[in-house]
């Protein structure tokens, strides 16, 4: 972990057995057969704040919470919320549109880390849901964005994509562990997002990866990681 304050930084995403995180049309894909989502949902009970890349927000606009009372509780035994705060990194957040239920569902505070590519008018807009936090720059900077969520309270983020933000987070050693699902589908397609985007990890960069849990189900496998 760098020097500066920041959130334990915790990887959960659910992919197809071919890496892919989507579909070729870009929807809200099942990655096994069982769909079986209530991994995510467990792993949310955990996270103080859940955070997505622009894309995620643009294409599958979840409500990003725990979905059962059982959870909820479950949290406020912990002395936390009911539902974990919600983070969004968008760098050009002007086409976001604000009646999906990233900005409507559940009861944590939500974030918006961006840049001066968002319009004043449209920052005013999300200011109406949201903090929003405008940075320098073409990118939302990252490091800035996690010094800033821990500021507020945030020790435990949990990043669940898609997989340009993964990849940058990567690229910057900010992420502290890994818990991936893989399905028992192949969902193929050359343009549909990855596990990891980004312009990638030449073999000297490459992230090494210590397998720390690995638990077999009949339509998927749990792996839990660290990078080492
Ligand atoms: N299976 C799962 O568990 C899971 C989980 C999450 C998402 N997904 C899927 O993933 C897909 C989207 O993935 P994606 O890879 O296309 O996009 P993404 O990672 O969700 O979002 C990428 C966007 O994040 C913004 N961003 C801001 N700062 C950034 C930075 N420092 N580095 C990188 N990006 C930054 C950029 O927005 P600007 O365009 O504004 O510059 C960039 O275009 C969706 O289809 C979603 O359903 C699946």
Do not use: W
Not at 23 to 45: C, F, G, H, Q, T
Not at 155 to 166: D, Q
Not at 207 to 222: A, G
């Amino acid at each position: 972990m760098s020097n500066k304050k920041r959130p334990f930084v915790f990887l959960c995403t659910g992919m197809s057995l071919d890496g892919k995180i989507s579909n070729y049309k870009k929807e809200n894909s099942p990655i096994s057969s069982d769909d079986d989502r209530e991994m995510l949902y467990d792993a949310r009970v955990r996270a103080d704040a859940v955070a997505i890349g622009g894309n995620t927000l643009r294409f599958d606009a979840s409500g990003l919470t725990v979905k059962s009372e059982k959870r909820r509780k479950e949290r406020t035994d912990q002395g936390k919320g009911p539902e974990p705060h919600k983070v969004v990194f968008i760098s050009d957040a002007n086409d976001v549109k604000l009646g999906g239920n990233f900005f409507n569902k559940g009861e944590g505070k939500i974030f918006v880390f961006t840049t001066a590519r968002t319009e004043k008018e449209k920052i005013k807009e999300l200011e109406k849901k949201a903090f929003v936090h405008v940075g320098r720059g073409k990118k939302v900077n990252l490091e800035k964005a996690l010094e800033i969520l821990h500021g507020k309270g945030v020790e435990t983020l949990m990043l669940e994509g898609g997989g340009e933000i993964i990849y940058s987070f990567l690229e910057k050693n900010l992420v502290d562990e890994i818990n991936l699902k893989i399905g028992n589908l192949i969902l193929g397609g050359r343009e549909t997002a990855t596990l990891v985007g980004g312009k990638g990890f030449d073999i000297p960069h490459a992230k090494k990866i210590e397998f720390l849990r690995v638990e077999t189900f009949p339509n998927h496998i749990i792996i839990k990681a660290k990078i080492i």
